[in-house]
């Protein structure tokens, strides 16, 4: 079937940035990038835990954002986790994706 790609805008606290997200259809989890989280200087707190496919353990942080799907202007207000691991292996890392998005996400009107 190939990937599914979206253009997503990432809102924090201080500020927003257009992304390339990865819709993962075995993720039960929202994660952005530490860079990307920086970016929008969102505030972290807590311990954000979750097993990637590879199995690889990832430890994070929490962050509240506002991810807005670009073409249909639809938005979700969220807590994601914030981590650089998922994202640096050569797959994703290759075509600069910031922002993996879980299988169920529900973008509002």
Do not use: H, W
Not at 34 to 62: D, H, P, W
Not at 90 to 96: E, L, N, S, T, Y
């Amino acid at each position: 079937m190939g990937r599914i790609y979206r253009a997503v805008e990432i809102s924090g606290n201080g500020g927003k940035e257009i992304a390339v997200a990865i819709v993962d259809t075995g993720a039960d989890k929202t994660v952005i990038s530490q860079t990307l989280a920086n970016k929008i200087k969102t505030e972290m707190y807590g311990t954000f835990y979750a097993v990637c496919a590879s199995q690889t353990m990832l430890k994070g942080r929490y962050a509240d954002v506002v991810i807005t799907e670009i073409r249909s202007k639809k938005q979700t207000k969220m807590p994601v986790g914030v981590s650089d691991v998922p994202f640096d292996t050569d797959d994703i890392d290759d075509d600069g994706i910031d922002v993996i998005l879980e299988k169920n996400l529900k973008f509002n009107k």
